[in-house]
């Protein structure tokens, strides 16, 4: 068994910075990962990060607040003010700490930080670096963990966080992909930072192991799952592949085109335009691919870059030049791209208050993983960077105020064990079933299921079957086995152990959407088309039952600072 | 990881540096030794005629630093080569010293047969 | 339905341990990525095959292989675009292997720390951004984009010969913090690189620069290192 005071699950952009926070704090800290941190999925995002430096001459007025304003009127009024308020403050000094730290930031001619604008916004004021922000951010702070000398354990996936008998978190149980096998660590404290449940969706922008595992993991330990019912849905990811094409091509002055040849935001959001929020862009999409005016009558329009030139995509886009050639076989410069809604970004998570705290003593969670709430309904672009950096930093320094609390040390041995031995016999008994469930088969009609019932526009009588289907899904996933017994690298072992956590997050998603009767930023329903702040105007908590249904619950939300009013662009 | 990459390195910038100067220098000494012998004439070929061409200053010099310049150019190259032939630790050490040893040979050797023109 | 045929690297450390070729066949409908073959063969074919993955965008380095004879990314290499059949994959050559086409990134990490990839800033900090001219920031365009996929490290003969030569990648991030303006490690990472298993190993081979899947310049960022050392150590001038 291998001991740490704190655990980090994950090695983003949130996990590396709790970690650095912990580790600067004189704690013990060390990162477990499913790939090396530099790999993580934050190293995809693109377009920037928020935050209110008034760099640029457009943003001389800009502050805080404003930025507060902006999210919460972007969250549809679902954000915790509070929270909102207390992330769009920190983003100041979090920013220069980057920059600090070395982020190749892009600059204005005047050396500072560039700032372009974003979707949702008031001002110009989304930080960036090319259209590779996050994978730039992600290399600093990855880098910056290595200067700290937090150690990495590259290549262990966790399966299960362990609680001691008092119910605080106590250790994880993880498989050694590359030596193979389960190992115990015994830990004071754990942060899970896992990233979102994307692939729970056929038609997601996320990366591979953006599964919502980890998330799971926190969801059996006992923490509910908040505001699961929100998904949202990118306006602009590539045709065939779901690839991100960023929201700083409209930013930068990229059109969206319809079959007719029209710029048809004009007749959603008339002031906006291309930069209204994504969960208005993305319905108006959807809205003209229904009506027939996809290009061609097809379920795809264009984000035309073509006016913008040659030398403006060369310096501001060159990434999502690269992505549309390889992938698309498009160059922006002479074609529009071809390019679909597609799932993004979960706002829901684990519930954590504003240090990262969850309900289990000693669990901590940041990061897209986490539900605190900043984004509500629906997240405005370049705010995603900003929370996994100011919710990683923020439950990094409560974990070490947690430590520093503890009275009793190395606690939860035993149960470590136990969980070992659980996590050995229940690979054993996957390996002895040599027939049952195929896993992909189940995976498949999952993430089928979700896109098909749970996408952009939402019905009752849609929801319930594909409910019922998760139901179904979630009987079968007991039944599967696995083809592969080997210990190294086992691929049909780690993706058959995600599946169970997936469906089970993928049934809160369901159970939420169907329960929620209103819509409200990323959730809107056919039946039900307007905001309903009377009875809805509150958080979805789903706690786990024995069987892995989600038994549903509710939160209030942290108003105060702004009147809930009605969403115009 | 093996630990040898976190030990000090070994050999810094000089004998990098020095391959490219005496690079430079037998590039000179090259030309010299061309335009001097193909180009310039001396008249008969004599002793004594080749003889006073080598006991000039100018010549000396020269010849000196080529001496200097080919020795070194040539060694540290063999020992760059063979260097990504897995010489590493003492067998490294080892090739270091047998080079030295070549090379303070050579110039004794070169030295010892110019003597009669610097004695002269 | 167009199908396409891999001939793929097998090797597993718990059976006999041979290396041995394993061929299959997938079927596609308009496009197919050779990581989107890989992961129907997983799925349908062969449960046992290992290889890397992550982002499937090619941002984050995971699926670096050996197809059809030249370094690529799994998952930006189109079947389409590939020539010759069937296609084979390979780990990336002359690294150890984990398992298929799984290789061993262990030494590669660990060099790439090694060198000190991060700011070093001795003097205070202002209170807001540390300025940078975008000319100063156009200089880090290049080896930033790296994703340390170990393309260029396995494809290095230099690499091949020494086993401690820090290879291209770690060398090309200590080009981009020594080349970064708000840097001021002075001898701390200098002493990292300044030798013979540092940049004097360059023999300025650039396979690495034929290698890289994100055309990026190794060996111009070494000599440019060789340059920087030779007027510190010898001319003291630092930046």
């Known amino acids: 068994m291998i001991y740490h005071e704190l655990i980090v699950v994950g090695g983003g952009l949130a996990g590396l910075r709790a970690a650095i926070e912990a580790k600067r704090a004189g704690v013990d800290v060390a990162i477990l990962s499913q790939v090396y941190p530099a790999r993580s999925h934050s190293g995809a995002a693109q377009g920037g990060i928020n935050s209110a430096l008034a760099n640029h001459p457009d943003s001389a007025d800009d502050t805080p607040e404003k930025h507060t304003f902006d999210t919460v009127k972007g969250s549809d009024y679902l954000a915790d003010q509070d929270a909102a308020k207390q992330m769009c403050e920190d983003a100041i000094p979090i920013l220069y700490q980057m ?3 070395g982020c190749p930031f892009s600059r204005f001619d005047d050396g500072r930080i560039a700032q372009r604008p974003f979707g949702g916004a008031g001002y110009p004021r989304t930080c960036y670096g090319a259209d590779k922000t996050g994978h730039y951010l992600l290399h600093t702070c990855t880098n910056e963990a290595i200067k700290a000398g937090v150690p990495f354990y590259t290549e262990w996936f966790v399966t299960d966080i362990v609680r001691d008998a008092d119910g605080r978190a106590c250790g994880v149980v993880a498989y050694d992909m590359t030596a193979g096998g389960f190992e115990g660590f015994q830990a004071e404290a754990v942060v899970i930072a896992t990233g979102g449940a994307g692939r729970t969706y056929s038609n997601s922008t996320n990366a591979i192991i953006s599964t919502g595992f980890g998330a799971s993991l926190a969801y059996r330990a006992g923490v509910p799952l908040k505001d699961m019912e929100f998904i949202q849905f990118h306006p602009t990811g590539l045709l065939t592949t779901n690839i991100l094409m960023t929201e700083g091509a409209r930013g930068e002055g990229g059109y969206l085109i319809n079959g007719e040849g029209e710029r048809f935001m004009a007749k959603y959001a008339p002031k906006a335009m291309e930069l209204a929020p994504r969960d208005i862009t993305s319905r108006s999409i959807w809205t003209e691919i229904l009506e027939g005016r996809g290009i061609d009558g097809k379920q795809f329009v264009y984000l035309d870059l073509r006016h913008l030139g040659r030398d403006k995509i060369m310096e501001r886009l060159p990434g999502i030049r690269d992505l549309s050639i390889h992938f698309e076989g498009v160059d922006p410069i002479d074609e529009p791209i071809p390019i679909v809604p ?5 706002m829901g998570g684990i519930d954590t208050d504003m240090d990262g705290r969850t309900e289990v003593p000693g669990l901590f969670a940041a990061g897209e993983c986490a539900c605190v709430s900043v984004h509500g309904a629906n997240r405005l672009g370049g705010n995603s960077l900003l929370e996994t950096l100011v919710f990683g930093r923020r439950s990094g320094a409560a974990a070490s105020e947690y430590l520093s609390g503890l009275a009793q040390h190395q606690r939860g041995a035993a149960e470590v064990e136990q969980s070992l031995t659980r996590m050995d016999e229940k690979l054993a008994a996957l390996t002895l079933r040599s027939d049952g469930e195929d896993p992909y088969a189940v995976r498949t009609e999952m993430t089928e299921t979700m896109k098909e019932h749970f996408g952009i526009y939402r019905e009752e009588q849609i929801m319930q079957a594909g409910l019922d289907k998760l139901l179904a899904l979630n009987e079968r996933v007991h039944n599967i086995y696995l083809r592969h017994s080997g210990r190294v690298f086992n691929l049909d072992m780690i993706r058959t152990y995600e599946l169970q956590g997936m469906v089970e997050v993928a049934l809160t998603t369901a159970a939420g959407a169907l329960n929620r009767t209103e819509s409200r930023g990323s959730h809107s329903r ?6 309903d702040d009377e009875n809805w105007l509150v958080h979805t908590l789903a706690h786990r039952e024995p069987d892995g249904r989600p038994k549903l619950d509710q939160k209030p939300v942290a108003l105060g600072l702004y009147e809930p009013q009605e969403r115009k662009y | 990881m093996r630990q040898e990459v976190l030990r000090k390195g070994e050999g810094g910038v000089w004998p990098w540096f020095l391959q490219r100067i005496t690079a430079v220098l037998l590039l000179y000494g090259l030309t010299v030794h061309l335009v001097v012998l193909h180009v310039l004439n001396i008249g008969r070929l004599t002793f004594d005629n080749i003889g006073d061409r080598l006991g000039s200053g100018f010549f000396i010099f020269t010849d000196f630093l080529l001496l200097f310049a080919v020795v070194f150019h040539g060694l540290n190259g063999v020992r760059m080569v063979l260097l990504d032939y897995g010489f590493a630790g003492s067998k490294r050490t080892a090739l270091d010293a047998a080079l030295v040893v070549i090379g303070v040979a050579a110039i004794a050797y070169g030295i010892w047969a110019f003597w009669p023109w610097l004695t002269d | 339905m167009p199908e396409a045929t891999f001939r793929i690297h097998r090797y597993d450390p718990e059976r006999d341990g041979d290396r041995r070729w394993q061929e299959f ?8 990525t050779v990581l989107e073959g890989l992961f129907y063969i997983q799925e349908n074919l062969d449960g ?21 004879g030249r370094y690529r990314l799994a998952c930006q290499t189109n079947v389409k675009n590939l020539e010759d059949a069937p296609i084979t994959v390979e780990p990336l050559p002359r690294m150890p292997l984990v398992k298929d086409l799984v290789c061993d990134m262990t030494d590669f990490f660990a060099k790439y720390e090694y060198i000190k990839p991060y700011i070093m800033h001795e003097s205070q900090y202002p209170e807001k951004e540390t300025l940078q001219s975008p000319e100063d920031r156009h200089k880090l365009d290049n080896p930033v984009d790296c994703i340390l996929c170990g393309s260029c ?9 020494e086993d401690n030569y820090l290879g291209p990648a770690a060398l090309l991030w200590a080009y981009r913090f020594e080349a970064d303006t708000r840097d001021e490690a002075r001898k701390a990472r200098l ?5 013979e298993r540092g940049v004097y190993r360059c023999h300025t081979i650039t396979n690495c620069v034929e290698a890289c899947p994100k055309e990026l310049n190794p060996t111009e960022a070494i000599q440019w290192l060789k340059g920087a050392a030779v007027r510190r150590r010898i001319f003291g001038r630092w930046k």
């Open chain 3, 153 to 161: 490290y396995s494809s290095c003969p230099s690499v091949w010969g």
């Open chain 3, 25 to 32: 066949t997938v079927p596609y409908e308009n496009s197919l």
């Open chain 3, 48 to 68: 046992s095959i290992s290889f890397r993955y992550c982002c499937r965008a090619a941002v984050c380095g995971s699926c670096a292989m050996y197809i059809n």
């Open chain 3, 191 to 195: 002493s990292s690189f300044d030798n």
């Open chain 1, 342 to 346: 597609s799932q993004h970004y979960t």
């Open chain 1, 99 to 101: 920059e600090h730290w």
């Open chain 1, 526 to 531: 056919t039946d039900y088309l307007t905001r």
